[in-house]
């Protein structure tokens, strides 16, 4: 499960990357709804990946 999770994050670290780039080199990218998406939906899944690894954490250490 833990290699799925860290396949995931990198999608999503690659997709923020890539819309960070765009967004540094032409402010006028801000307004375009991918860019925010990409935003969004990388921190959803950082955050979830996160609680995932700490639930998994927490169980081991019972």
Do not use: F, Y
């Amino acid at each position: 499960m833990e290699k799925n999770i860290d396949s995931q994050s990198a999608v999503m670290a690659r997709l923020t990357i890539s819309a960070l780039k765009r967004v540094s080199g032409d402010s006028s990218c801000w307004s375009e709804p991918v860019v925010h998406k990409a935003l969004l939906v990388s921190g959803l899944s950082v955050l979830l990946a996160s609680t995932i690894l700490l639930r998994g954490d927490l169980e081991r250490n019972r």
